[in-house]
């Protein structure tokens, strides 16, 4: 009991033991008449029930008053069993879809005191970057439904937290560079700086404690005018601000609720996206996040006219039935190209088909991974499964030694069409001139099988790569465009120009066209050379002395 009410039953009592009325008490002590009978009930209740001298000590606590939770227990409970890492702010938006009225700091205290205090946070250095200078992006992984699992992108700007959230089923270097046009496209504009960590796709490996970064994605921030940045290894804190965002998500978007399908939580992410984590406050200043990324994207770098093409690349052969498969799908290409090479370009919607010159061979919509749809062509009449003089031909195009094998393997084999198929197939691996060199010491031991065709490859060549590929189609398409148009190399001599600045007297004789031209500037073009310069297949404008286009670029041309 508290000094004063003690003071005031010890009073009560002395009066009353006097013979004073209670009624007279309370008037002689400034009291209601309530308050001295309620005094002396206390006393008779304490005297019958005895107490503690603690109880005695601590203050009364009074009757406890109603409070907005009061009735809701029953549906916390229910929810903390469905969801037993809920946060308090998922909790008071599930509990105000069904008709609470109260606010975000009573639902709060209320789980603080289920689940007892928290862990102690550890102090990290914020640091402050200008407006337009850094964008940060990551992944992360998020199992929505049984064994269902989302890969969640991630780009934040580290000025104003403008944030741009993306999900796929894959973390494949083309879906990188996708998201990241994409962020910037949200962002409009692009900052100076993009900080990650080693991922694949943008980081190869380390070499010496240095990063070795990626040379595509160094082509696209190259496109885009940013200049990569990675974070050391096992330090998530170096990258804070787009790791923040990825616990806002588990703690909002993911918790509490449950998705069906990845379709559901690509759209339920747009959502949240634009009504949820851009309408956070600033750490700082306090505004909506929108507001603030409208106030940093004057600082933004502008976007190019034309987005970076980021589909993917594959190489196909195509198969007996003219036909190229992608992830289960089958797509049909024209019937004169069954045995080629080809390559497709996998955008989101579309896939391209072209051959090795680049030319477009076709274009068709894109099927749903694994869907195992074969696509129709209406066009294309009935063929059998295999058309052995087509593919016989299509070997034969390599060199004699190739039709030679295939003209044997289909005098030893009942069954040739398969085999013949599987031969052109080697070409998405290995190099056809390899193939052959396969093929001519398989002859020498009558080895007339594909199997053992490719056996022979493992054993003694090497595969190679997608580059290498494109750089070898852009050899054989420049060495078929010129061979009308033979460029000899010139002497040596001719350069010592470039040395003493005096023009050997050979230089003249030695000129491959063989005409004495005078005395020449060692900088001015030859006389036969100036005006209009003869048309060659490269293009306009190409000199006849001029080194072929494809003498250092390589794949370039492609």
Not at 14 to 34: C, D, V, Y
Not at 402 to 413: H, T
Request: proline fraction near 8%; glycine fraction near 6%; include cysteine.
């Amino acid at each position: 009991m508290h000094e004063e009410r003690q003071h005031l039953l010890y009073e009560v009592q002395r009066r009353l033991r006097r013979g004073e009325s209670k009624r007279g008490i309370a008037r002689a002590l400034g009291i209601a008449p309530k308050t001295v009978r309620r005094l002396l009930k206390d006393n008779a209740r304490r005297r019958d029930d005895g107490e503690s001298a603690l109880e005695r000590e601590l203050p009364d606590k009074g009757t406890p008053r109603a409070r907005k939770l009061d009735g809701w227990e029953d549906k916390i409970a229910r929810e903390l069993e469905r969801f037993p890492d809920i946060t308090s702010q998922r909790l008071l938006e599930n509990l105000q879809a069904a008709g609470f009225d109260g606010q975000y700091t009573i639902v709060r205290q209320y789980l603080k005191t289920l689940r007892g205090a928290a862990r102690p946070k550890t102090a990290v250095e914020v640091v402050t970057t200008a407006p337009g200078q850094q964008a940060q992006f990551d992944w992360s992984p998020y199992q929505i439904a049984g064994t269902l699992t989302v890969q969640v992108w991630s780009c934040t700007l580290s000025w104003s937290r403008g944030r741009s959230f993306h999900s796929s089923d894959n973390t494949r270097q083309t879906t990188i560079l996708d998201f990241l046009r994409r962020s910037f496209e949200e962002f409009d504009g692009v900052p100076a700086e993009g900080v990650t960590d080693s991922m694949p796709g943008v980081v190869d490996r380390w070499e010496c404690g240095r990063p070795i970064p990626n040379i595509r994605f160094l082509d696209f921030a190259a496109y885009y005018g940013f200049a990569l940045h990675v974070a050391p290894r096992a330090d998530g804190a170096y990258k804070g601000k787009v790791e923040r965002p990825f616990w806002f998500l588990e703690s909002n978007l993911l918790n509490g609720r449950t998705f069906p399908s990845r379709e559901a939580f690509a759209e339920q992410l747009a959502w949240w996206t634009r009504e949820r984590a851009m309408q956070r406050p600033h750490p700082e200043t306090e505004l909506p996040l929108w507001q603030m990324l409208e106030q940093e994207r004057p600082f933004l770098k502008p976007l190019p006219r034309r987005p970076y093409d980021t589909r993917e690349v594959v190489t196909r052969v195509v198969d007996s039935y003219a036909y190229v498969a992608y992830e289960t799908n089958s797509y049909p290409v024209p019937e004169n190209t069954i045995g080629d090479l080809v390559f497709l370009c996998i955008g989101p919607d579309r896939i391209e088909i072209f051959d090795r010159g680049v030319h477009r061979l076709a274009e068709h919509e894109r099927q749903p991974n694994g869907a195992g749809i074969r696509v129709p062509d209406p066009t294309r009449s009935h063929r059998g499964r295999y058309d052995l003089a087509l593919l016989t031909d299509r070997l034969a195009a390599w060199s004699p030694v190739a039709e030679d094998f295939a003209r044997r393997l289909r005098e030893r084999k009942r069954a040739a069409g398969p085999e013949l198929a599987h031969l052109l197939g080697l070409q998405t691996t290995w190099s056809a001139d390899d193939i052959v060199k396969a093929m001519r010491h398989a002859l020498d031991y009558e080895a007339f099988d594909a199997r053992a065709i490719e056996r022979i490859l493992q054993a003694r060549f090497r595969p190679r790569s997608l580059a290498e590929q494109l750089a070898d189609s852009t050899r054989e398409r420049i060495r078929d465009r010129m061979r009308d148009h033979p460029i000899g190399q010139r002497p040596l001599s001719r350069y010592s120009v470039l040395r003493t600045g005096d023009v050997p007297p050979t230089q003249m004789e030695d000129h491959p066209h063989g005409q004495d031209h005078g005395p020449a500037d060692p900088v001015a073009i030859p006389a036969d050379h100036a005006g209009t310069p003869p048309t060659c297949p490269d293009g306009p404008g190409t000199p006849p002395d001029a080194p072929s286009a494809g003498a250092n670029t390589g794949p370039a041309g492609a």
